[in-house]
């Protein structure tokens, strides 16, 4: 018989590691784009020096608004879902369904291998609902994905 599942109304967030995962990901991406910006340059006029301008100091605000987007990120384990926050300005929050989660599946790229994390991705019945839980650390991301995968198959069995 399976127990209930435990309920945390505390939010749990993600390792404050997962800021570096990020500002590798800003970073290469912000100058490969500015650098794809200076082939305006061979226009000679003063707006393709400006667009490079803007698009550097657009990656710039991004990076340093980076480590609070990564403090926004959390999740909660309730009675019969799993609530996934993101977002600063425009705040996310979704509630996956244990009994609609069909795929729970941890993901590491490079970055995040390196850093010793790991991304949960959860994928439900309907095609656009995949939802991601990036940046646990490894332990914490294998003991979440299996107490998802239990609570799944409970709530699937009826129990």
């Known amino acids: 018989m399976t127990s209930a599942p435990t309920v945390d109304h505390a939010w749990s967030r993600v390792s404050p590691r997962y800021v570096w995962a990020e500002l590798v990901d800003w970073v290469l991406t912000g100058l ?39 403090r926004a990120i959390g999740y909660q384990l309730r009675e019969d879902d799993l609530l996934v926050r993101r977002g600063i300005l425009h705040l996310r929050v979704v509630a996956v369904p244990y009994g609609r989660m069909q795929l729970v599946d941890l993901n590491r790229g ?44 409970a709530r699937r069995a009826g129990l």
């Open 110 to 153: 490079p970055v995040v291998r390196a850093l010793g994390l790991s991304d949960l991705k959860l994928v439900t019945a309907a095609a656009s609902s995949s939802v991601a839980v990036p940046g646990l650390p490894l332990a914490e991301a294998e003991g979440l994905r299996d107490r998802l995968v239990e609570l799944a198959e």
């Open 32 to 70: 490969v784009t500015t650098a794809l910006t200076a082939l305006f340059w061979f226009f000679g006029t003063w707006w393709a020096y400006g667009i490079t301008v803007v698009v550097g100091l657009a990656f710039v605000v991004v990076c340093a608004l980076t480590p609070r987007r990564v």
